[in-house]
C-alpha cells in the first residue's frame, strides 16, 4: 500500500502558477500509476492528469498546454506544474495512485487550489 500526501496548493491569480507535489510513502513508487484528479464544488471528480502505461502521459483537454505531470521516483514524488491558471481551476486536487497489479486505489487527502479573477 502507499500513503500519499499533496501540497503546494493556495490562492493565486488568474494567469498566474502553481506547483502542486504528492509525497508518497509505504510502497515501491514504481508499482503504481500516478496521476492528479479535481474536485469542485457541485462538480464530479475528474482526472486532471495522469500517467499511462509506458509512462506516457494524458491531460484533460481543459488543461492542455496549461498543466504539466512529472514525477521523480527516487524522491517518490508527483507533481504538477500549472500555468495560465484561470478560475475554472479551482477546486481541490488529489493525488491518486493505482497499483499496476492489484489494481487498487489510493487517493490523498487533497489540498486546495484558488484562482481568483
Known amino acids: 500500500q502507499v500513503q500519499l500526501v499533496e501540497s503546494g496548493g493556495g490562492l493565486v491569480q488568474a494567469g498566474g502558477s502553481l506547483r502542486l507535489s504528492c509525497a508518497a510513502s509505504?510502497?515501491?513508487?514504481?508499482?503504481?500509476?500516478m496521476g492528479w484528479y479535481r474536485q469542485a464544488p457541485g462538480k464530479q471528480r475528474e482526472l486532471v492528469a495522469g500517467?499511462?502505461?509506458?509512462?506516457?502521459?494524458m491531460y484533460a483537454d481543459s488543461v492542455k498546454g496549461r498543466f504539466t505531470i512529472s514525477r521523480d521516483n527516487a524522491k517518490k514524488m508527483v507533481y504538477l506544474q500549472m500555468n495560465s491558471l484561470k478560475p475554472d481551476d479551482t477546486a481541490v486536487y488529489y493525488c491518486?495512485?493505482?497499483?499496476?497489479?492489484?489494481?487498487?486505489?489510493?487517493w490523498g487527502q487533497g489540498t486546495q487550489v484558488t484562482v481568483s479573477s
Open positions: 509505504g510502497s515501491m513508487f514504481s508499482f503504481y500509476h
Open positions: 491518486n495512485a493505482i497499483h499496476l497489479l492489484t489494481r487498487s486505489e489510493y
Open positions: 500517467f499511462t502505461s509506458g509512462d506516457s502521459t
